[in-house]
Nanobody, 121 residues
Framework: QVQLVESGGGLVQTGGSLRLSCAAS????????MGWFRQAPGKEREFVAA????????TAADSVKGRFTISRDNAKNTVYLQMNSLKPEDTAVYYC??????????????WGQGTQVTVSS
């Protein structure tokens, strides 16, 4: 089973950028589709973006398209989320997880501790 550790969150002003990282353990990391999710206070966890095994295909929620970019480095067992033009509504705890596919990015494994992103107005 893949274990996940998210990092890179912080406090940033509106319009700023952050890059999140998700380090995965396990030799089968490269065989999984991977995704990022987020949960804002008082709201359900929602899908943000996902990436294919080799990194050649991605998908993202409409709310982040054009601003967030997901990528991965299978040699480092790490998936990234580059977040630009951040808005206060992006404030949330961000999590990564293996997902079923790009068409159905249902989370597959256990959740890590997440990383907090706070965007001030």
């Amino acid at each position: 089973q893949v274990q996940l550790v998210e990092s890179g969150g912080g406090l940033v002003q509106t319009g700023g950028s952050l890059r999140l990282s998700c380090a995965a353990s396990g030799r089968t990391f490269s065989s999984y589709f991977m995704g990022w999710f987020r949960q804002a206070p008082g709201k359900e966890r929602e899908f943000v973006a996902a990436i294919s095994w080799g990194g050649g295909s991605t998908t993202a929620a409409d709310s982040v398209k054009g601003r967030f970019t997901i990528s991965r480095d299978n040699a480092k067992n790490t998936v990234y989320l580059q977040m630009n033009s951040l808005k206060p509504e992006d404030t949330a705890v961000y999590y990564c997880n293996a997902v079923r596919s790009l068409i159905r990015p249902d989370p597959l494994g256990s959740w890590g501790q997440g990383t907090q992103v706070t965007v001030s107005s």
